[in-house]
Every structure is written in C-alpha cells, then in structure tokens.
C-alpha cells in the first residue's frame, strides 16, 4: 500500500493485512479507517465494509427485546453479524419474573431456533426501565453501558392505540429522551437507531417525504404537562392537545423524533419509520409471530376461529403492509449506513409506493389462506368481509359478532365454565375502531433514503438484509402469514391439518 500521506509511517503486518502508525499526525480519513478495523484498511476505504463486518468486534444495546419487533431485531443480529462481541437487553422485572429468566424465555422461542449456543451466550440481560433515568439500570450497569457501548437500538414503545397520553409521553418521548441522554455519555457510541412509524406523520396530505416534521407542541412542554396534572384532567384534555392524530402512540412518537432531532447533539442517528408490520416473509422461519398486538394481525386470528367476520375499511385504499424480517434488515443496514456517514437520517419502510396492495385484496386473500390452513378450534365457520359503511359494519358486527358470543357465553355459563366470547368480540370492536382510521385512508411514503441505501448494498449484504418490499407475492406472503398463525399462535401442528379440513368442510 502507498503511503499517501508524507507525514505518516506505516508499518505493514503481513500476517494481519492491516497497518499500524508508527508516528506523524493522522488525518481524519487515516484516523476513521484504523477505528473501523483491519477490514477497511485493507481495502481504503469505509464503504467497502460489509455490514456484518461493521458489527465485528461491537457491542450493541437494544430495547423492546421482550416485544414482537424487538425479539426479531435480536435474533437477526445474533445470526447474520456473527462477529458482535456482546448484546446487551434492557428487560423489565415483570410478574415476579427476573430478567434472567424472562431472557431465557426469549431465547428457548422457535425464533432462536437457528442460532448457536455461542451466539446466545453473548446476550446479557439488564435489569431496567427506559422511561427511568439512566434506563433504571443499576450504577454498575449503567458504568458498563457507558463504557462498552457502541450501538443502540432503541425498540421499545408503548404500542397502544387507546392509550392515555400520560403513559405514553412517559415511555415513548420521556424515555426516548433519558435513553439518548445515555447514549450522549457513551465513550464509544457509533450511532443510535430509533424506531419510529411511519404513521407519526398521518396528518400529512402530501407525500410524506424522509425529513423531521416539525411538532405542533414543543415535546418539553407536553412532558411537563402530563407530569403536573392529574390522570383525569390530562385525558379530558386529550382530544384537544392530539388533535388531528388518531391516537397517542402515532403523536407521541412524532415528539420523539422533534425531541431526538433537537437534542442529539453529535450523536449520529437513523430513525427508522415501518408502515404495517406482519410476520416475517422468510427469515428466520416463514411466518413467525407471537402475539396478535397488531390490530390486522388480530384479524387474521380471530378469522381463523370464525370469530371475526366483518372489519371496517375501504377496500380500494391501499393497504401498506411490510415483513418484520424486512424490518430488521433495515434497522441493521441504517446503522451501518448512519455510522459512517453520521448526522440525522430517516428511512421509510413501505410496500405502498412500489408494490402496492389493497385492503379488499388483504382481506380477500387472508380468507382464502384460512380456507387452505383452517383451525381445528373453529368457533364458527370462518367467513368475513370488509365493509366500508360504518353503519352497516356496526350492524353485522352486532348479528354476527356480539350476538352468537352472547348465545355461547351463556351456555358455556350454564355448563359451569367461565364466559370469554364476549370480552373477546368487545375488545376487537374497540379495537378495530381504532384501526379503521388507517384502514379508511392511504398515505404515500417516499423511500429515497431507503432506496438508495439499498442500491449501496454489496450482493452478498442485499441478499442477507433484504428489506425491498417490490419483490413481495401477496398471494403467497398472506398465505405465509396465515400458516404463521396458525403455528406459532394458536400453536397448531401442521400434522393436524388434515382433521382441521374435514371439520372445515363439513
């Protein structure tokens, strides 16, 4: 390698084909090269490092591993950038439970199904609490934090469409704020990535473009407002300080990222912004979800037990779904991009613009997955249907939804059992109200960032951390996530199937 620059020595180690300075002053491009490994300094340049190559030798932070999305991101780092050094996890204490054992839990998942004990053995549980100061981790924790970290991942929401803005300002723009604190005071910290959603802007009418939509309200104030008044003042006042956003998760998450933005200082960070996320398209197994949080996930498990047979919505909006593992991939892949390039940078990530699909569609082909991969608890027989009146959804959700649950709750009473249909069907109703505010609209995301960050991508890195969405089969991918339901939710063994096809059929 040519020395180009005069005022260095070089001392090459041929056995590590990497260079060592020996004296003179570094510039900047020499300096960045040496900190990112042997890797780049072989090839002389940041942009030749893969992404897999960049996590070596890191250690990384994530919170929300104990969620849906969280344990996903969890899994794919641990299995396709084999060379992190450690991962730590942020978990609760919950039900008695200690956070060993609550990771444990995690990690025994059909998820981790394809990675090695060696890789498992490098995730450290943390005791702690986001929305506290210093995540409430204890001073030994935090003194490690600080001192090792160099990645973090930030995962963790309160993902509740009936939210109270009190909690959710505290988890979701407080704790944001306290964790980003953390990550200012991190010695090495290489970026900080947060998820976001893509709906935090759904008051735009335009396209909603990759940039910082500036708050109507200064999120300092909204936290100090929720901190000084009573519960029952702040949810009286809530339809007044949300105003044209549906709900608080979507307005607490677009203070988040005011809040970021503002206070990063010279912290380089990637917000990550999904649209709907489902069950994962391939990796690490087609299909996988473990819980049904999700209010268009939901419907694909009440609709397999003939549940629930009727969603509001306008079946010609698109309806922009996207692959968790998809998701993943790209919270990878903005780290890697961010870490070198530093500054502020969104990515949307979105089937709407490229590869759309319509709400009629989604219902249409989830009914048609049902029918090939039916359920052996059937309630009644699967049949739903989307409706655009919201009247004549009302209707049929009572004749078809609360009546029969009535019926059988009563004569499950009778047979000295406890009653759930009607709980059931009322948390759903309440739920898909929520709901149809997104199911009765479409928003057009723009995926430059995200585009472009995947046509920088080396073959062998677009291969492992697929995150377009224009190659995605609905026909199959619905089918995939109906199969994945049935599996690893209602925990149905596909040996059953064919008792679950003659009870569907009769």
């Not at 030749?48 to 780092?77: S, W």
Request: aromatic residues 10%; charged residues 25%.
């Amino acid at each position: 390698m040519k020395n180009s620059n005069p005022s260095i020595n070089y001392e090459k180690t041929p056995e590590l084909g990497n260079f060592t300075v020996l004296s003179g002053n570094p510039d900047k491009t020499s300096l960045n090269l040496w900190m990112m490994g042997p890797s780049a300094q072989a090839s002389g340049t940041a942009d030749d490092i893969g992404i897999p190559e960049f996590f070596n030798n890191r250690t990384a932070l994530v919170t929300g591993a104990t969620g849906f999305l969280g344990g996903i991101l969890v899994e794919k780092l641990l299995r396709s950038c084999p060379g992190l050094t450690r991962v730590y996890l942020i978990i609760r204490r919950r039900n008695g439970q200690t956070v060993e054992a609550r990771l444990a839990r995690i990690l025994s998942l059909p998820l981790f199904s394809q990675v090695s004990d060696e890789q498992k053995a490098k995730v450290t549980a943390l005791e702690g609490d986001v929305s506290e100061v210093d995540a409430g981790l204890s001073p030994e924790d935090r003194d490690r934090v600080l001192r090792e970290v160099e990645i973090v991942f930030h995962v963790a929401a309160y993902i509740n469409f009936n939210a109270g803005l009190q909690r959710a300002v505290r988890i979701n723009v407080r704790g944001s704020w306290r964790l980003l604190d953390m990550a200012k005071r991190m010695s090495k910290i290489k970026v900080f990535v947060y998820t976001s959603t893509a709906y935090c802007n759904c008051t735009q009418e335009d396209v909603v473009v990759e940039k910082i939509y500036p708050s109507r309200l200064e999120p300092q104030d909204v936290i100090e407002y929720v901190e000084s008044q009573q519960p029952e003042k702040i949810a009286e006042q809530q339809p007044n300080i949300l105003r044209n956003h549906p709900n608080a998760y979507v307005f607490t998450k677009l203070l988040a990222e005011n809040m970021i933005s503002a206070n990063r200082g010279d912290v380089p960070v990637a917000i990550v912004r999904p649209a709907i996320v489902m069950g994962t398209l391939k990796e690490p197994m087609p299909g996988w979800v473990d819980n049904v949080n999700n209010g268009i996930t939901a419907f694909v498990a009440g609709a397999g037990r003939g549940v629930f047979r009727t969603i509001h919505g306008d079946g010609f909006k698109v309806a922009d779904l996207v692959p968790a593992d998809g998701f993943a991939s790209l919270v990878i892949a903005a780290a890697w991009d961010v870490a070198k390039t530093g500054g502020l940078k969104v990515y949307h990530h979105s089937s709407g613009g490229d590869n759309p699909i319509t709400w009629f569609d989604y219902c249409r082909l989830i009914m048609k997955g049902v029918a090939k991969y039916p359920n052996t608890g059937l309630v009644f027989f699967p049949r739903a249907r989307l409706r655009y009146s919201k009247l004549r959804n009302y209707i049929h959700a009572l004749f078809a939804h609360y009546l029969p649950a009535f019926v059988l709750d009563l004569v499950i009473s009778l047979m000295g059992d406890k009653p759930m249909l009607m709980d059931i069907q009322s948390r759903y109703f309440k739920g898909m109200q929520y709901t149809s505010f997104f199911t009765c609209r479409e928003w057009l995301f723009d995926k430059r960032n995200t585009d472009d960050l995947s046509s920088r991508l080396s073959p062998d890195d677009k291969e492992k951390f697929d995150f377009e969405t224009k190659h995605i089969d609905w026909p199959s991918y619905m089918e995939t996530c109906v199969l994945g339901v049935r599996r690893f939710y209602h925990k149905e063994p596909d040996k059953n199937l064919h008792v679950a096809r003659a009870i569907h059929w009769l």
